[in-house]
């Protein structure tokens, strides 16, 4: 018989995995299939077995994580990680990446690997501040004034803690309270290796052993039992991790002072010391426990500091705006703009949300957004962006996008959303991580027997210390993090210098590009062209009926150099005529009929596609503008040219730079364009670029790219136009200018915001640095595991004598994840300019 079954809690194909292994091991299973997108399981099954049945497999295997019903059912609860005391301001997510991008609504521990969530900023920059009556803390209100009550002036309401630093306190404050308990029960073990051993002759030696045992009891069942919980919940799922190998370790240690403390009697006489007592391991249990919590809390410490460009981005979007209704100025907050609102912006005022200059100008620094030091002067029409500073002067502006559609916010959004994301090179930690715990184990028992048979008297008490010391000094989460970490760093360090890395997968790629493809409108230009001159060269028409049909057409056309020809056209008071059965051809031209003739607006390609024949004539004399870097449209009526437009646009001060610069790093740079031969080679020549294409469709530009990959060359193509985003989605990396189109933006993997060929340098030389942090974290997580395990198992004793006890295992496990994270802290501040 088949059933179906409703599954929840899956987020990705490892958790579907996960869920039909499980299901397959119930008795009587035939065959278990489950569905990632519908949440389902279909399971074969020789008779009917319960719903329990398979309810409490899952929970055994899983931590209750996923929960499995009949279709029509309510879902049962889903067991969500243990909830931390406090609000948060976003949603957690392991460091480690142990179930991809997957977060959770609460705090707690990852149910993978053990290790606390980390919180992520919030997505949408500048809540609103409420204020509050210092003497009557029940009176809120949305903006200061006085108190209703007494009358006193309110003040800004603290912000709650956010979950990551109520977090931080709990795991500070227990720290101490493990100190407190652990120091004494160290001074107590370690006074019999003082002369006279003082201490025995206050009392005797099992009753300081009863003592250990009371000290420990706070230890082990307060303040670190959070790692035993840790390491059941690793066995019973069996995602083994660092917590395993520390709860089996410390938790061997503490039992068998206990077991010995209690039964003395049946241990051998090579347990027990001269006293007559069993040799206990408090001090060994609770010290490495709280050497582990202590790792935890500089661990703790140092993720606040991971995201913190983030954060600081956060900041810069203010929590008021003065609005103009009706020509009056009110101040409001910040999340009761709407888009078309009219708003004041003052000097030194951070602008709340993105828009346009409405009336008045000023210079405005955008350093917090593209990187640029230098501020920008700002003059009607023109873009500003929310969190930048403004100068001197004071403007009105109009509200274009607010809350989380500002730039700010998206900002904010991709970088969150990469520095959840992968890295390819995190595939080769994984794949160790996944054999390391039980390896290690083992290696441990093999310690044992080793020592237990070949290793000098107590042999069993030598077996036992290096068998722990084994456990305690291995650490996956070294290797686990070093690939997260760099990469939550290197994406925040990116985003303070304007380059938005959308995953990390780019980040890496980027590292290994031989060739970058740019286009040239916008990218390797200005982007911003200028109308020199309008020519007519039919009697029919002078260059002002020219101008005319030019610009009818491309009002509807959202291209830089219809914008361009649009806006000389409204210049000269050119009024426009109707168009019928407009439509845009993508790297050609637009066009449509006028007083029911088919006319065309565009290049070559659209005169062709509009059966319009160019004349020697006029080919020879727009060659000589054409020549100069140029752009040449023409304009046909009824199949027939009657006119062109010249237009200029100027090539960015940075591109020649940028280019040069990375030529220099191996990467051959490559310009398509859609416009003419003349002009991209007179771009080309001012660039010293040797290989360029002209005359480029959307399609050309995609097969250009697929052309360099089969020859096994990794391709970076840097675009802004919408004839961009088919090369930019097949591309090894996509980078778009951050002052293109929206389907630019989206088809790339980044995104730079200022938008010139420079952003292109940083982003390479930050992908460089961060795959050498990478390369660096993994080595030293590898080299600290594979010389620390065989020291800890005692390959040292047989030559100089030296073993190491479990509590120095414990500290320099401890500090081996903290300097993988201090490590990657380093990229906030290497130069990517």
């Known amino acids: 018989m088949k059933h179906t079954y409703s599954i929840s809690g899956m987020t990705c194909n490892g958790c579907r995995s996960h869920v039909e292994k499980t299901l397959n091991t119930v008795e009587g299973v035939e065959e278990a299939h489950v569905h990632l997108e519908r949440g389902e399981a279909v399971i074969s099954m020789v008779s009917h077995i319960p719903l329990e049945t398979f ?8 931590g209750g994580r996923y929960s499995i019903a009949m279709p029509g059912m309510a879902k049962p609860k889903q067991v969500t990680p243990k909830k931390v005391s406090g609000t948060g301001t976003g949603v957690f997510y392991c460091p480690m990446h142990c179930e991809g991008d997957k977060t959770y609504d609460v705090a707690g521990d990852c149910p993978v690997c053990g290790m606390d969530l980390v919180e992520e900023v919030s997505l949408v920059a500048g809540a609103s501040v409420q204020y509050t009556c210092p003497m009557h803390p029940e009176v809120i209100e949305n903006g200061p004034g006085a108190c209703s009550i007494c009358g006193m002036d309110l003040v800004p309401l603290e912000p709650e803690l956010s979950t990551e630093a109520i977090h931080y306190k709990k795991l500070l404050s227990k720290f101490w309270w493990s100190v407190a308990f652990t120091l004494p029960i160290f001074l107590i073990a370690m006074s019999e290796m003082l002369p006279g051993s003082p201490l025995y002759k206050l009392l005797p030696q099992n009753n300081w052993n009863w003592i250990q045992l009371a000290l420990s009891l706070p230890v082990v069942f307060y303040t670190t039992w959070m790692f035993f919980e840790r390491a059941y919940r690793s066995i019973v799922t069996w995602h083994l991790n660092m917590f395993t190998l520390i709860g089996i370790g410390a938790g061997v240690a503490w039992i068998f002072s206990v077991f010995g403390l209690l039964f003395p009697e049946v241990f051998p006489a090579q347990f027990k010391t001269e006293y007559g007592t069993v040799h206990v391991y408090f001090e060994a249990a609770t010290v490495i426990l709280t050497l582990v919590l202590m790792g935890q809390v500089l661990e703790a410490r140092a993720h606040t500091k991971t995201n913190s460009a983030v954060k600081e981005l956060l900041k810069l979007a203010p929590n008021k705006a003065v609005r103009i209704t009706n020509g009056k100025e009110e101040l ?89 994301s992968q890295a390819p090179i995190q595939k080769l930690a994984d794949t160790i991580s996944g054999y390391f715990v039980p390896i290690v184990v083992l290696i441990s028992v093999i310690t044992f027997v080793l020592w237990a048979v070949f290793g000098p008297e107590p042999r069993y008490v030598y077996a036992l210390i290096n068998a722990i010391a084994v456990l305690i000094i291995a650490c996956p989460c070294a290797l686990g993090l070093a690939t997260p970490m760099s990469v939550m760093v290197g994406v925040g360090k990116g985003a303070k210098s304007g ?9 890496e790629t980027l590292n290994a590009v031989d060739v970058l493809i740019v286009d040239k409108t916008g990218t390797i230009t200005e982007g911003k062209p200028s109308v020199e001159k309008v020519v007519a060269v039919s009697n029919d028409f002078n260059e002002d009926l020219v101008l005319r049909y030019m610009m009818s057409l491309n009002i509807h056309s959202e291209h830089p150099l219809a914008e361009a020809t649009t806006q000389y056209a409204k210049a000269q008071d050119v009024a426009s005529l109707k168009v019928h059965a407009f439509s845009s051809v993508t790297g050609k031209g637009v066009m449509g009929q006028i007083d029911n003739k088919p006319v065309a607006f565009g290049n070559v390609k659209m005169m062709e596609a509009a059966q319009a024949d160019l004349s020697v004539t006029i080919q020879n004399t727009v060659s000589k503008y054409q ?12 199949k027939t040219v009657v006119g062109y437009v010249v237009i200029s646009d100027k090539i960015k001060a940075s591109s020649k730079q940028a280019i040069a ?22 771009v080309a020549t001012a660039l010293n670029l040797s290989d360029f294409k002209a005359d480029m469709l959307p399609q050309d530009k995609l097969k250009e790219v697929e052309r360099y990959q089969k020859v096994g060359k990794k391709v970076a193509v840097a675009g802004d136009g919408i004839n961009d985003a088919p090369a930019l989605a097949k591309s090894n990396v996509g980078i778009a200018m951050g002052t293109g189109t929206d389907v630019a933006i989206e088809s790339a993997a980044i995104t730079l915001v200022k938008g010139d060929l420079q952003g292109i340098v940083k982003a390479y030389n930050l992908s460089v640095k961060v795959m050498r942090n990478i390369k660096q974290n993994l080595f030293f997580a590898l080299v600290y595991n594979s010389v620390g395990v065989p020291v800890a198992a005692g390959v040292l004793f047989p030559v100089f004598g030296i073993l190491l006890s479990p509590m120095l295992a414990a500290l320099a496990m401890s500090f081996s994840s903290v300097s993988v994270i201090t490590n990657a802290l380093r990229l906030r501040r290497v130069r990517i300019d």
């Open 55 to 62: 309810t409490k497999a899952l929970e055994a295997n899983s």
């Open 499 to 507: 380059v938005l890395i959308k995953n990390a997968e780019a980040l």
């Open 661 to 682: 610069s990375l030529q220099q790093k191996g990467v051959s740079v490559v310009m398509l364009t859609g416009d003419s031969e003349p002009t991209a080679r007179a």
């Open 332 to 420: 409001v907050a910040i999340d009761v703009i709407k888009v078309g609102d009219l708003l004041r912006v003052k000097p030194g005022d951070r602008i709340p949300v993105d828009g346009v200059v409405h009336d008045g100008e000023s210079s405005v620094d955008e350093s917090m957004i593209t990187g640029e030091p230098i501020p920008v002067h700002k003059l009607p029409g023109d873009k500003v962006r929310s969190g930048t500073i403004n100068g001197k002067q004071s403007f009105v502006m109009k509200a274009e996008r607010v809350g989380a559609d500002t730039l700010l916010s998206q900002i904010i959004d991709m970088v969150n959303k990469a520095s959840r």
């Open 627 to 638: 020549s100069q870097g140029k752009t040449i449209s023409f304009l046909s009526v009824d």
